[in-house]
């Protein structure tokens, strides 16, 4: 199923890109705001992880 939201950040979990897939059109505002947001926070979760496991010897 396409996404609505992708969003990628760097190790720091700062945002470096935001795209919109063909379900954001589907969306009100609301809830596309709502998907961007989440999308930013397991973008982040999926960054500290990787770092973590890469930085534990």
């Known amino acids: 199923m396409p996404t609505a939201v992708t969003v990628t950040v760097n190790t720091a979990g700062a945002l470096q890109e935001l795209t919109?897939?063909?379900?954001?059109?589907?969306?009100?505002?609301?809830?596309l705001?709502?998907?961007?947001?989440?999308?930013?926070?397991r973008a982040q979760l999926d960054?500290?992880?990787?770092?973590t496991a890469i930085m534990t010897p």
């Open 33 to 41: 705001a709502q998907a961007v947001l989440a999308a930013a926070k």
């Open 20 to 31: 919109f897939g063909p379900r954001a059109d589907e969306l009100p505002r609301t809830r």
């Open 47 to 51: 960054a500290a992880q990787q770092l």
